[in-house]
Every structure is written in C-alpha cells, then in structure tokens.
C-alpha cells in the first residue's frame, strides 16, 4: 500500500472512532504529559530562562552606559546683547539642549568574582530545574502504577463480591432444601455485606488514583491504562552490586551537581570583597548640542574624561561582608558534602527497598495460589455439604487479602525499582 493510501486509512479509522473514546494510556506516556502539561514542568523550564536572563545582567557589567537626554527650557525673556557692533542672543526663550552620554567601566575588580557566581549561580539554577522535571516524571510514574495497584485491589474487590453472592445463593438453595440451617444463610449475607462494602471503598479508592493522575498529567484520564510488563519484568530481575551504582548516582545526578555548581558560586561572592581594596577606573564621554550659542557663538560641543575611585576606608563593611560571605561559602560546600552523603544512603535504601520487595512478590504469589485453591475447594465441600458456611466466607475473606497483597506488591516491585533509578539520577522511563 502506497503512503497516501496509508494516510487515506488512518484518516478513515480516526473519523470512525467513537466519539469520546480515549485510547489507552501507557506509562511512557504518562510521564511525557506530566512533563508537557504540568505546571512544574513548564515552571522548570521558565526557572532556566530566568537563570539566563540573570547571568546577561551580570555580564553587562562589562559593556558602556549609553544615555541620551533631551532638554527644552522655555524662559519669560529672551536676552540680547551687543557685542562688537552687532546683536548676540544671550539667553533664547526657547533653549532646545539634547546631549548623549557613554560611561564605560575600563577596570573594576570586583567584576569577575561577580560575573563567576551569576554563572555558576545560573548553571545549579539549570541542574535544579531539570531534576525538577526529573521528579516530576517519577512523580507521575508513581501515580500510574498505584493507580494499576488500585485497579487490581477493585478487581479482587469485585471477584470476592461475585464469590460472595454465588454462596449466598448455594446457602439459600441448601436452606430451602432443609441441609443447612438458617445460620448459614445468615452467614453468607453477612460475607456479602463485607464484600459489597470492601468493592465499594476499593471503588472510591481507585476513583481517587485516577484523580491524582489526572491531576499530575494536567488531563483527564478515562481511559484504560497498560500496565508496564517490559518495567515490571526488568523491576524482578537482581538490581546489580551496591558499590558500582552508588559510583553513578554520584557522577550523574543533578542535584548533586547543583549543589557543587552553588558552592562555586559562594566561593566566588566571598573573594569579592577584598577586590574593593583596589580602585576602579571609569571613561566617560558627552556630546551636547544647543540651538542656544551665547556668547561663543558654539552651538555643538563634547567632552571625555577618565574617572579614578579608590575606596579607601567603608566604616569596615568590607570585612562584615568577606566574613559573612565566607561562612556562606563554607556552608554550601558542606551542604554539597551531605548532598552526596545522603545520595548515596538513597540508593542503599532503596537496594534494600527493591530486594526486599523481590523476595515479598514470590511469597505474596505463593499465598494467592494457594489461597485460590483453598477458596475452589471449600466452595465444592459446601456444595457438598462436607463443611460450614463460615468456612467458605474465611476462605473467600484470605482469598481476597492474598489477592490485595500480590497486586500491593507486584506494583511495589515496580515502585521499588523506581525509587532506586531516581536514586541513581536516572529517568523514571527512556533515555538519560
């Protein structure tokens, strides 16, 4: 098939789909809204702009001042006078004096350390936005697979309330035929009092995941979601040596580089002021113009000058702010050490978090399993009349909490997982 006869196709499945249908949402995609329409994720980027904007006003430190200045004087009187036998105007009524002005700094040393901590200032300010965005995604991720959890829990929720009235039924069918008394029926209505009440709070609380998702994704989500089986895979599998990941996560995570890039910009702000001990050097020009000549008769005229300032004594401000600015760097460098600390006790966590949970999904799995025979088996011995209603309720009450358990800990695996690829400074989904 040709590629407009392609295109031709894909157009008519579109205009035939029902109206409101909303396909299904996968975790890729999740993430890639979250980053498109949260606003987190816009302000991240907005954040960077304005690092940028910040580091071009630092930099104009080194480019001259242009003014231009326009100046209309109107006086009571005009003033004339006679020189050399002919009539000069003094003073005009009407004075028109534009002039323009260009100051540029030729030396200032406190411009470099300046300049050096608007741009390191601007890089953490960068790393800091994009993890912003980066903890957004596994922010979202998070939510879609607790949403998935929540899913499961009402599935199982509605499998204990089918079960529940499918031994109602058998309860009233064997009291009708005189093999049970009314104690079983009254049993089997209590069952199903329980399982109506757990569906209906596993409704609200899957109701309520898909609100925060949606809420996080900035859409509303209708639709169905696929679960991840290339993550939850890839999440069962042994996550690697502790020593060589916590080597990553401190070369590549961004917070960390934030903090260094912060620490630099302290250590720059507190060598600034011992350069104000050094003077600074201005040029100034000026370009005047008047229709008012007087007795010069010079109606255009400039000038150019150097100006050299030399702080010698500031009432000692300059060693409050040296000391100030040097325990600030001293602070952010420590804060740049305990960053890396704690990144590294993050991913110990969450290798314990993520091994434990492992060794939890196999056992959850085992319980369900066997759960899910114990519950097939006491619903024939009832059927058989070989045991008590109380049993089928307690087999149907540990099928639906083993049930609960694999979905909370096949999604915790996965949440597990993730929690140690943030850990690492790694993307919840995709490419570094």
Known sequence: MSKTGLLTWLGLLVALAPAGAQAPLGLERAVQLALERNERGRTAQLQGEA?????????????????????????????????????????????????????????????????????????????????DRRLLGFEAADAFLRTLSAEQ???????????????????????????????????????????????????????SA?????????????????APQELLQIAAQPPGEESPLIEGALRIRLDLAASQRHAEAQAAAAGEPLRRLLPSLNANGQYRMTNEGGLSGRTRDWSAGMDLTWSI???????????????????????????????ALEVRTALV????????????????????????????????????????????????????????EQYGVALAYLDLRSARGLNPVGEE
């Open 51 to 131: 690092a940028d904007a910040r580091v071009a006003k630092a930099r104009a430190f080194f480019f001259p001042d242009l003014t231009l200045v326009g100046n209309y004087t109107r006086r009571a009187y005009q003033t004339v006078r006679e020189v050399g036998g002919e009539q000069v105007i003094i003073q005009r009524r009407n004075v028109l004096a534009p002039r323009a002005t260009a100051t540029l700094t030729l030396f200032d040393p406190r411009a470099l350390p300046l300049y050096r901590q608007a741009r390191r200032e601007r890089d953490a300010a960068k790393l800091n936005a994009r993890e």
């Open 313 to 343: 004594f500031d009432r000692g401000q300059l060693w409050a702010d040296r000391s100030e600015r040097r325990a600030l760097a001293r602070i952010a460098d420590l804060a740049a050490q305990a960053a890396v600390r704690r990144a």
């Open 210 to 226: 898909y609100l925060h998702l949606g809420y996080l994704l900035d859409t509303p989500v209708a639709g169905s979601l696929v």
């Open 153 to 207: 829990v009402h599935e199982a929720a509605r499998r204990r309330l089918d079960l529940a009235e499918q031994s109602l039924a058998d309860a009233r069918a064997r009291f009708s035929a005189q093999l049970v008394g009314s104690n079983d029926v009254t049993r089997a209505e209590l069952e199903l009092a329980t399982a109506r009440h757990q569906a209906t709070r596993a409704q609200g609380e899957k109701e």
């Open 353 to 408: 978090a993520l091994t434990s949970q492992q060794a939890a999904i196999d056992q959850a799995q085992v319980a369900a399993q066997v759960a899910r025979v114990n519950a097939a088996q006491t619903a024939e011995l009832y059927r058989q009349g070989l045991t008590s209603a109380l049993a089928v309720a307690d087999a149907s009450a540990r099928l639906f909490e083993a049930e609960v358990a694999l979905a909370r």
